[in-house]
C-alpha cells in the first residue's frame, strides 16, 4: 500500500488537535504540521496548537514534523508543506489534506487509501463533509454540495489552492463512499468563534458582523441558509439536530459536553421568552385556564383532564374543534397517546371510532438542547383509566408497537383525522408523516403536534415530507388536508 502523510496548516482550532491527529494515527505514515499564527486578514492572531504540536513530537518524533511560516495566504502553506515532503520523505508520497478541526473515522480512512491505490493516475481525491456549527450535535444538512480535496496522489509540484476552489490541473476522483467532520465553529469559548469569523474575511466575502454574529448565530439550530459567506449561504441549508455525538465520547475533546450543556441552558433561557407555540410540551396550569375558561366545557371533571394532557388549553380546543368534524361513523388514529389526554379530548369532540398507537415504553427523544434519555410519556394503566373514566373504553383499539410497526395493522384511506404526536427525533418524525398519509382518507386530515423551536426535528421533517401543509397561529400544530377523491 502506498505511503501517505498527513499536511495541516496549524493555526486555531487546537483544543481539537489532539483528536484529530488520534483520528488520523492508524492510518498514516506520517504528519507535517505547518504552523502559522497570521490569520487569513494579515492580523497576528495566537497559534492556539503550538502545545498540541510540541506534545505529539515530544511522544512521537519521527511521525511528526512542524514547520513554522509566518504566512496568511494557504497556498503557501500547502506550498512549504508539500516541498518539505518532497524532500524529506519522499515526492512519490500521497498526502492527506487536513485541517485542526477535521476529524476521520476509520472506515473512511481505509476506503480513501483504497481509492489512492487503485487510482494512480489521479491528480486529487475529494470526499463529503459533514459540517458542525455551534455544538458536536448541530450538524449541516443536507450534507455540503462542495466536496473538498482531502488527498493528493503525490507530493509532486501541483497547483493546490484553497481546497473547495480550482481541481481543474489534474484528474480528479470523487470518493462517494468517503467521508469526513469539520469541527468548523464548534469552541468551548464563544470568543474563539469570533476570532475566527474575524480572521476568515480577507478570503472569503463574509457578511457583515451584524448579520451572521448577531442575526444567524444566536439561533441556531434554527433558520436557513445560515452559511456566512455572501452569496453561498445556500450551502448551510439549515441545521439537523443529531441525538447523539458523531463519535465516542472518548474520540471528542472534552470541551464537547460543556457546548453541549451551555446550549442546552441557553435554550432553556431562550424558550422563557418565546410565545406558548414554541415551548416544549406546556403543562396546562391556572394561568394558562383563565386565559381559556372555555376548556373547563369540554368535561365536567377537567382535574383529570388536565394532569393528563400534554398540550396548551388552546391547542386542546383547536383538537377539539377538529375533531368534532369526524363524524360517529369515522375514524381517529392517534400516534403518541401517552397518559391519554389529547385522546379524551378527540373523544368528548365525536362518537368516532379510536385507534391509538403507543407501546408505553421508554424512549430516547431530541430536543434543540440535545438527547435526553428514557422519556416516557404515562402508562398503559393511565391510558386505560383515562378511556374509563370520560366513557369512550368501548370505542378505543390500542396498538401496542412503534409507529413504524404499527403502520401496517392500520388500514390505508380509513382514517377521518390522523394526529401524529410520537418521538420527536427528525428521522422518526418524518418517517411518521410519510407512513401515516396514505391512511388519511380523501378528505380527511393529518395533524403534527410540537411545531416548535425547542423541537427543530419536527420542524425539519414536516419541511422534508413534500406535502403542502400550514401551522395554526397561536400554536404548535400543523396540518395537510387530503385532496377529496
Not at 464563544?190 to 451584524?210: G, H, M, V
Not at 378505543?396 to 412503534?402: D, E, K, M, P, S
Not at 380523501?442 to 403534527?448: E, N, S, T, V
Request: charged residues 20%.
Amino acid at each position: 500500500m502506498k505511503q501517505v502523510v498527513a499536511l495541516y496548516k496549524a493555526f486555531r482550532g487546537g483544543e481539537w488537535l489532539n483528536y484529530s491527529l488520534r483520528s488520523i494515527e492508524n492510518h498514516v505514515d506520517g504528519v507535517v504540521m505547518v504552523q502559522s499564527q497570521r490569520a487569513w486578514n494579515g492580523g497576528v492572531l495566537e497559534n492556539n496548537c503550538q502545545s498540541v504540536v510540541a506534545r505529539w513530537q515530544r511522544q512521537r518524533p519521527d511521525w511528526v514534523h512542524s514547520l513554522w511560516l509566518e504566512t496568511s495566504h494557504q497556498e503557501e502553506q500547502y506550498e512549504v508543506g508539500l516541498a518539505f515532503i518532497r524532500d524529506n520523505i519522499g515526492e512519490d508520497t500521497a498526502v492527506l489534506i487536513i485541517d485542526s478541526d477535521e476529524l476521520w473515522d476509520d472506515e473512511s480512512l481505509v476506503r480513501l487509501r483504497e481509492h489512492i491505490d487503485a487510482h494512480p493516475e489521479v491528480h486529487y481525491f475529494t470526499a463529503h463533509i459533514y459540517t458542525y456549527v455551534r455544538s458536536p450535535l448541530y450538524q449541516v444538512y443536507p450534507v455540503e454540495a462542495s466536496m473538498p480535496i482531502v488527498a493528493l496522489q503525490s507530493a509532486k509540484k501541483q497547483p493546490l489552492k484553497v481546497r473547495f476552489q480550482d481541481q481543474s490541473a489534474g484528474p480528479v476522483h470523487v470518493c462517494q463512499d468517503v467521508s469526513f467532520h469539520h469541527f468548523s465553529y464548534v469552541r468551548a469559548d464563544e470568543a474563539e468563534i469570533i476570532a475566527k469569523y474575524a480572521a476568515t474575511s480577507s478570503q472569503e466575502i463574509i457578511a457583515s458582523k451584524a448579520s451572521w454574529l448577531e442575526e444567524v448565530w444566536p439561533k441556531l439550530p434554527l433558520g436557513r441558509d445560515l452559511h456566512m459567506t455572501t452569496g453561498f449561504e445556500w450551502c448551510w441549508r439549515e441545521i439537523k439536530v443529531l441525538p447523539q455525538l458523531p463519535f465516542a465520547p472518548g474520540r471528542l475533546p472534552r470541551c464537547c459536553s460543556k457546548v453541549i450543556a451551555d446550549e442546552e441552558s441557553r435554550w432553556k433561557q431562550i424558550i422563557k421568552y418565546l410565545p406558548p407555540n414554541q415551548t416544549l410540551i406546556p403543562t396546562p396550569n391556572d394561568n394558562d385556564a383563565a386565559k381559556y375558561p372555555e376548556f373547563a366545557a369540554l368535561a365536567e371533571d377537567v382535574g383529570l383532564l388536565r394532569a393528563r394532557l400534554k398540550m396548551l388549553y388552546l391547542e386542546a380546543l383547536v383538537l377539539h374543534r377538529i375533531a368534532g368534524e369526524v363524524s360517529g361513523q369515522g375514524r381517529i388514529l392517534e400516534i403518541g397517546s401517552g397518559s391519554g389526554g389529547s385522546l379524551a379530548v378527540m373523544a368528548l369532540a365525536t362518537k368516532a371510532a379510536l385507534w391509538a398507537i403507543d407501546p408505553f415504553a421508554p424512549y430516547d427523544e431530541t430536543t434543540a438542547g440535545g438527547t435526553v434519555r428514557g422519556v416516557q410519556e404515562g402508562d398503559c394503566a393511565e391510558f386505560w383509566a383515562t378511556a374509563d373514566h370520560y366513557g369512550y373504553l368501548k370505542r378505543v383499539v390500542h396498538i401496542g408497537l412503534n409507529s413504524d410497526m404499527a403502520a401496517a395493522h392500520c388500514p390505508d384511506g380509513q382514517f377521518d383525522l390522523v394526529l401524529v404526536d410520537g418521538n420527536h427525533t427528525y428521522e422518526i418524525a418524518r418517517k411518521d408523516l410519510e407512513l401515516y398519509w396514505p391512511k388519511v382518507k380523501p378528505g380527511g386530515i393529518l395533524l403534527g403536534h410540537d411545531y416548535t423551536t425547542r423541537f427543530p426535528g419536527v420542524i425539519w421533517a414536516a419541511e422534508e415530507w413534500g406535502v403542502p401543509y400550514s401551522v395554526i397561529p397561536g400554536t404548535s400544530l400543523f396540518y395537510a388536508r387530503k385532496a377529496k377523491a
